[in-house]
């Protein structure tokens, strides 16, 4: 036990063989040294348990599995769509962030006993509706946020129809 902490290495032949421990009390040693009992009990608990494991009173330990680089999490997953009574409504933003994309394309968040919910203020003049809608879905895309954009409101889409 002595050499695992250090207070007495194997290869100084000046130092103790066996050592009496008080609890608060500093580690002298018989030269004159001190020893400094930074991480002891750390140490000392690693060498009883190689010991016990030595004698077979241990298993051995389990050697750690390695951990993976980067964990993938799935991207949340945000619709977009008109209801029937022709709002715009955003579901699925339940974090900050797609939280402050929405209210900075222009949606208005409201909390009740639903939950968060997102939707476009029914000021929002009709034209502007798919402008807005297809504003949040490419914030949140650039975000890496999985976006369902309800083909109305696709201005890309809308786009293309209106130059066939």
Known sequence: MV???GIAPHSDPDACR?????????????????HHAYRDAFQLQTECHRI???????????????????THVPAPYIT????????????????????????????????????RRHRLPTTTLQADRAAVAS?????????????DLDPD?????LASCIAL
Do not use: C
């Open 3 to 5: 050499p695992s902490t």
């Open 18 to 34: 066996w050592i009496a421990v008080r609890n608060q009390a500093p580690l002298a040693r018989e030269d004159g040294g001190v």
């Open 52 to 70: 016990a494991t030595e004698l077979g009173h241990l298993p051995p330990a389990p050697r750690p599995t390695p951990r993976a680089q980067e």
């Open 80 to 115: 977009i769509n008109t209801k029937p009574s022709s709002s715009v409504s955003a579901k699925g933003a339940s974090d900050d962030l797609s939280a402050t994309l929405l209210k900075h394309a222009g949606f208005q968040q409201i909390e009740d006993w639903y939950g």
């Open 135 to 147: 504003h949040a879905a490419e914030m949140l895309r650039a975000a890496r946020y999985s976006v």
């Open 153 to 157: 409101l696709d201005t890309s889409r």
